[in-house]
């Protein structure tokens, strides 16, 4: 594996938490963290031209391995140029390794040590997926940020059968780094499992932190389990995490579970809850749950958000946006799309804007008192 | 009804046939014709946003009566300020009388000298729709034109069921005239029925014209017959309408339909064809017939049509459109339908550029030609 070079510079830290703001460098350009990165599963942000998708402040994207490699499969990407060019993002993408994706694919996937054999949830054909092929599949898309494959340990586990399947993940990862090539300008971070047992946990973080991937993953959360337990996990192992490589708390979350993760050194989200929210018309704002398809809206003529910026919240009333969803028109899936994602970048930017100028706790205690109020 | 005040100005006209290029004016902006109005059904433009519309070069819009009465009703929408405002599109608006919807229902409708009795396709709720409320909900819906309440008579119909259909879309004419608020500013336009009849399209014609209504629209084709009978019927109406007001032909059509009815002095269109083609992956260039979910588009990296202009052209391969479309993503029915419709608007800016310089002929045989090559 090449040497770590300049991927990651911490700029702040927070002087009353573990809250850092950091710069990190890929071949598609500079990410300032803690970034979330909306997710465009099949080669898009749902909804989203990815010119909009970077005017609202996105600087890097996930996309999804499982997906891409079924359809339209990682060769024909890579000989139309690569993901990047496919779908017209210049930015930094990061790619899973598709180890969640058949994790939920629940009974139509095997685990054995040599990979997980699995069957396509679109024409229920066989594959099987090993590290070495999540490799050479998100080698082959050129994503800026490689995840090794993972075996995503289910909730509830036994601490044997979390023991077990941590051991599988860290063989798993040592190949995945072996396969890796050389002259790769690819990062590739590993992914620490271990269930809900801090012992297990512990030692993923030495075992992943020994092979010197360039970021470290927290993988294995928001599985469903109860939210305190999450926190409590993502508390305690990520001060252990390797301070000068990326933190990378996988599939998360929430916007308070964002600002609480951030508190304990969490430097890139992911989650699809924007977007999915936003296509069942849940909508974000500080002030107020807004579910858009409530009478309630049927004559508001006021913004969505007044505090928003986005073009939704600028040029349409909340009484339009539930027409357009109650219609089931196209455009109701773009505009709360639009809005939502805006929503986590500038939660993002309220976030780095904090840690700068040293007022990360008192801006997480404002943020979760005003968020409980939306809440209840 | 307020008498005709500089709404149409013809700027050019062709010497070789009744093409003939104008200025529409209207209290929301001004339309340069012959224009395409692409349809916004229930207030949007299906997968747009009205910035993006404004961008592609529309600069009028068609919404339904029917739809916006049912869905979200127009009393509400005024209580909002209208539907520019509602909707966010700032220029003109043309809403149709919600005949040819109600038309279209089949069996949950039926005709009486006094309006049309029907059943909402959402609900099944009753409701007439007369002459005065189809005025009442335009001027509620706060349109730049309003049409008039019309029976679209079917295709094939005797000449005594025609007949008697013109019968009662005249005397629904009188009423639509009569029924509309003097002081209104929105400008109503009649529509000529008579089915494939020349002799009761004249008499139409002689009807509206004496009604002195801001413009005439044909109405009744597009609805079954074959195509060389609508261009007979078009060829044959549209010089006898009156030359001084815009001529709009509604319904229509094709690329191939609005270029031959250009040549005959039709000023205005509307039509679904791009806008629901494109959201079944049908693709308009002037080279090649483009169904986007064809195999042989699936490593194609050129643009979808290289003498296109558009964000889709500009930025996204075939491969990509096809891969977004065979996936069912959103992304596809917005690339596709942006495609389509500055398809359009181009072709209306090239048939505009031809009349003004005199060439209209040669355009019209070079474009016929060469779609010919596209079709066969």
């Not at 779908?87 to 790619?95: Q, V």
């Not at 050129?142 to 509830?156: A, K, R, V």
């Not at 036994?158 to 190949?175: K, P, Y």
């Not at 849940?282 to 009478?295: D, H, R």
Request: charged share 20%.
């Amino acid at each position: 594996m090449a040497p770590l070079n300049q991927h990651f510079r911490i700029l702040n830290t927070d002087p009353e938490s573990a809250a850092r703001c950091g710069l990190l460098s890929t071949p598609h350009g500079q990410v300032l963290t803690p970034a979330f990165m909306p997710v465009g599963t099949q080669g898009t942000v749902k909804s989203l031209t990815p010119d909009t998708v970077k005017a609202l402040g996105a600087e890097m994207i996930l996309c999804n391995t499982y997906h891409l490699y079924l359809r339209p499969g990682h060769q024909l990407i890579a000989s139309l140029g690569g993901l990047h060019s496919f779908m017209n993002w210049g930015g930094p993408i990061l790619t899973d390794s598709g180890g969640f994706q058949v994790y939920s694919l629940g009974k139509l996937r095997k685990i054995t040590p040599e990979g997980a054999i699995f069957q396509s949830h679109i024409d229920g054909s066989r594959h099987r997926l090993t590290p070495e092929l999540a490799i050479e599949i998100q080698e082959a898309l050129g994503s800026d940020i490689m995840m090794c494959l993972d075996e995503c340990t289910p909730y509830p586990a036994t601490f044997s059968e979390a023991e077990a399947s941590l051991s599988l993940t860290l063989s798993w990862a040592e190949r995945s780094r072996k396969a890796r090539a050389d002259s790769s300008p690819q990062a590739l971070y590993g992914i620490v499992q271990g269930g809900m047992y801090p012992d297990l946990r512990k030692r993923a973080v030495e075992a992943i932190a020994a092979m010197n991937f360039d970021g470290c993953a927290l993988g294995g959360v928001s599985v469903g389990e109860p939210k305190a337990l999450m926190e409590q996990i993502v508390a305690e192992t990520t001060p252990l995490l390797p301070a000068d490589r990326p933190h990378y708390l996988m599939g998360v979350g929430t916007p308070e579970d964002i600002v609480k993760a951030v508190d304990c050194g969490i430097d890139l989200f992911d989650c699809v809850m924007p977007t999915r929210c936003a296509r069942h018309g849940l909508l974000f704002t500080n002030t107020e749950k807004v579910v858009i398809k409530n009478a309630r809206y049927r004559k508001d003529n006021g913004p969505l958000d007044s505090e928003c910026d986005c073009y939704t919240c600028r040029n349409f009333s909340r009484a339009y946006l539930r027409h357009l969803y109650v219609a089931g028109e196209i455009l109701a899936m773009t505009l709360n799309t639009l809005h939502n994602i805006r929503y986590y970048m500038r939660l993002m930017e309220q976030i780095r804007d904090a840690i700068g100028c040293g007022q990360y706790a008192a801006f997480k205690s404002r943020f979760l008192k005003d968020r409980q109020r939306v809440e209840t």
